[in-house]
């Protein structure tokens, strides 16, 4: 079974401190992806990532920023957590890039910024 | 532009009844797969069913079925028999370049017994 876990399922954080979000993926798979989930807005992706060092925004990405150093870990950072970014982030991961594999998806981490 | 559009916010059903949920979506492409996703209360999501656009034959997995209309960019889920267990948020997702998925907003699903 593919297993896609993230570090906290619970983060609180204090305005303008710098967030980690850890995201590891145990299939070998090639994409990886960050999304934030709002009530009444569903889900909306930060960023993704096909390949290690690589990076590609999504719809949403302004105040976050992502690291890629190795296959399996994502990682989402927010340089400087503000209230807006309090939120539902779900991490999800997929085999290629052709737009027909199933997106696995982590637990979530529901992150409350103060 | 690139959406998913899952216009009932909210839907409702008996347990054992049968229930539709829609969505439509937008591509100018010609090839593609199209995706309903199940997120049940504090859970994670997992797939439902997967639909791939060159084909005609809807696809059906146990008591979850879609129609497909193809020209009509329409993609609803069928859930037959419903149980407490189908009670969950359902998202409607489309496969696009880099591997990347459109969804819509979500439906939320009550399943009363």
């Known amino acids: 079974d593919v297993k896609v876990t993230q570090s906290s399922r619970y983060l609180v954080k204090r305005t303008g401190e710098k967030v980690f979000l850890e995201c590891v993926q145990d299939m070998d798979h090639e994409n990886m992806f960050w999304y934030r989930q709002d009530p009444g807005l569903g889900l909306r992706l930060i960023y993704f990532s096909y390949d290690v060092k690589m990076k590609e925004k999504g719809d949403i990405p302004e105040g976050y920023s992502v690291s890629r150093e190795k296959k399996e870990r994502f990682s989402l950072i927010l340089e400087s957590a503000s209230t807006n970014q309090t939120s539902m982030y779900l991490c999800?991961?997929?085999?290629?890039?052709?737009?027909?594999?199933?997106?696995?998806f982590g637990p979530g981490t529901r992150l409350t910024v103060l | 532009a690139q959406t998913v559009t899952q216009s009932q916010p909210e839907m409702s059903v008996q347990e054992a009844e049968t229930v539709t949920l829609s969505c439509t979506y937008d591509?100018?492409?010609?090839?593609?797969?199209l995706f309903w996703y199940k997120q049940p209360p504090s859970r994670q999501m997992i797939l439902v069913i997967r639909?791939?656009?060159?084909?005609?034959q809807n696809a059906t997995e146990n008591r979850f079925s879609v129609n497909f209309q193809k020209a009509a960019k329409s993609f609803s889920l069928k859930i037959s028999d419903s149980q407490l267990g189908d009670a969950a948020m359902y998202f409607c997702?489309?496969?696009?370049?880099?591997?990347?998925?459109?969804f819509g907003r979500g439906t939320q699903l009550t399943v009363w017994p």
């Open positions: 639909q791939e656009a060159y084909k005609q």
């Open positions: 999800a991961s997929s085999q290629g890039t052709s737009g027909r594999d199933e997106q696995f």
């Open positions: 997702g489309r496969g696009s370049t880099l591997g990347r998925l459109y």
């Open positions: 591509t100018s492409e010609s090839d593609y797969y």
